[in-house]
């Protein structure tokens, strides 16, 4: 893990990875709509806040300088659930397990690592606060793409209506070294 600061290779110069902060939310919220929308899964902004107010620890931006490029967020949640996208958080779960619940990159910054540094990060903040492992819901066909990064599919968990069709539950212990990360937007 890095403190955020290094730039990533092919990165533009600048950019780096920084907890949310209140200031980013227009950004966050134009960007899950942009990420979402025409699958049908966008949640809308006040569902995303509450997300992060469960876990601000492991919720972060890319900071392009003048706005947010790039977000994730992650909360503790029980193994083999996942959030209910027709409402938001209440409260933080004691968990082992980290809900990867969005990663989402700019359009115009995709391919250049960003992901897989936010992943990375993600991934190194989840070790060091205690997490075994880590869970997502995989929509859009991603699972092919998380399943090559070693996260197992359990399709016998089921999903709160909203995912969308195929979606997948699926998880992974938290690696050593963080997975590859998706070039694009994954919901997970």
């Not at 933080?92 to 990159?105: E, K, Q, Y």
């Not at 060091?128 to 998380?146: K, N, P, Q, Y």
Request: hydrophobic share 40%; aromatic share 6%.
């Amino acid at each position: 893990m890095t403190d955020g600061t290094a730039v990533a290779a092919g990165a533009p110069p600048g950019i780096r990875i920084r907890p949310l902060a209140r200031g980013d939310w227009d950004a966050v919220a134009a960007l899950e709509a942009e990420a979402y929308t025409r699958l049908g899964l966008s949640e809308g902004r006040a569902a995303l806040e509450s997300r992060a107010r469960a876990s601000p620890d492991t919720c972060f931006v890319l900071d392009g300088g003048r706005i947010a490029v790039g977000y994730v967020l992650a909360l503790p949640y029980p193994l083999f659930q996942c959030p209910d996208l027709s409402h938001g958080e209440d409260t933080a779960f004691p968990s082992g397990n980290l809900h990867l619940h969005d990663l989402v990159v700019a359009e115009a910054f995709r391919g250049r690592g960003l992901a897989r540094r936010l992943l990375r990060h993600l991934c190194a903040t989840a070790r060091s606060r205690g997490h075994e492992r880590i869970s997502l819901v995989a929509v859009g066909g991603s699972d092919t793409f998380w399943s090559a990064r070693g996260f197992a599919a359990h399709p016998e968990v089921p999903l709160p209506d909203g995912y969308g069709d195929g979606a997948l539950y699926m998880s992974t212990a938290l690696p050593v070294t963080a997975p590859q990360a998706p070039s694009e937007r994954q919901r997970g």
